[in-house]
Structures are given as structure tokens and as C-alpha cells.
């Protein structure tokens, strides 16, 4: 499993995780949901439900990931398939996105 918490505007809003390649979970921080003046991290995961599952990874944080040959360098540079939407994700996402959300990797310690 892999996972991130989600920032917006450096606030955690909450937390994203791969449990498969064909599980995701996006799940609000229990503050950010209560919080009304809290904006939803986009429209296509409003805050009228608190935690959301998919087969594949959110639209949403597809469209933070480079295209084409900056995403071909940024798998090379990073040492990553370069069909690992999650792991470039969690690579790339942590300073520089297009909007304000960014990710930031848990580092899930095996026993």
C-alpha cells in the first residue's frame, strides 16, 4: 500500500491511497470535512461524502501529473515505470503543482 496525505494551500485536506493497482481511496480530513469554509479539493470530489473509492487513480490527481517528455524525464530522473501514475505522483507532486494541492508521500514502515 501506498499513501499521501493531500494539502491545499499547505492545509491537510486529507488522504489518498493505493491499496492495489486497482483500489484507490481519497478520504477528507476529519477537521478539513468539518470545516465549511473549507473548499472541496475539486468538483469532482465534492465535500457532501467524506471518503470516496475508485479502480483507478482520481481523474483529479492524474491532471496534476506531467505529459510526454517532462513525464518521460521525471519517470527517468526518479527511476520510475513510466505507467506508475501513483508513484510520480508522489515523486513530483510535492512542491511544484499547477494549482493549489500537493501531496506529500507516508513512508509506511515494514516490521
Same mark, same amino acid.
Given at each position: 500500500?501506498?499513501?499521501?496525505?493531500v494539502?491545499?494551500?499547505g492545509?491537510?485536506a486529507?488522504?489518498?491511497?493505493?491499496?492495489?493497482?486497482?483500489?484507490?481511496?481519497?478520504?477528507?480530513?476529519d477537521?478539513?470535512? =468539518?470545516?465549511?469554509?473549507?473548499?472541496?479539493?475539486?468538483?469532482t470530489?465534492? =465535500?457532501?461524502r467524506?471518503?470516496? =473509492?475508485?479502480?483507478?487513480?482520481?481523474?483529479?490527481?492524474?491532471?496534476?501529473?506531467?505529459?510526454?517528455?517532462?513525464?518521460?524525464?521525471?519517470?527517468?530522473?526518479?527511476?520510475?515505470?513510466?505507467?506508475?501514475?501513483?508513484?510520480?505522483?508522489?515523486?513530483?507532486?510535492?512542491?511544484?503543482t499547477?494549482?493549489?494541492?500537493?501531496? =506529500?508521500?507516508?513512508?509506511?514502515d515494514?516490521?
Amino acid at each position: 500500500m501506498r499513501e499521501a496525505i493531500v494539502y491545499n494551500s499547505g492545509r491537510v485536506a486529507g488522504r489518498l491511497q493505493e491499496i492495489s493497482p486497482f483500489e484507490y481511496f481519497f478520504r477528507y480530513d476529519d477537521e478539513y470535512f =468539518k470545516d465549511t469554509s473549507a473548499p472541496a479539493i475539486s468538483l469532482t470530489l465534492p =465535500k457532501t461524502r467524506q471518503e470516496y =473509492k475508485s479502480e483507478h487513480l482520481f481523474p483529479f490527481f492524474c491532471n496534476i501529473l506531467s505529459e510526454g517528455h517532462n513525464r518521460t524525464v521525471q519517470a527517468r530522473l526518479h527511476k520510475l515505470d513510466e505507467d506508475d501514475d501513483f508513484g510520480l505522483l508522489l515523486s513530483t507532486a510535492q512542491t511544484d503543482t499547477p494549482g493549489a494541492i500537493t501531496l =506529500k508521500p507516508v513512508q509506511n514502515d515494514s516490521i
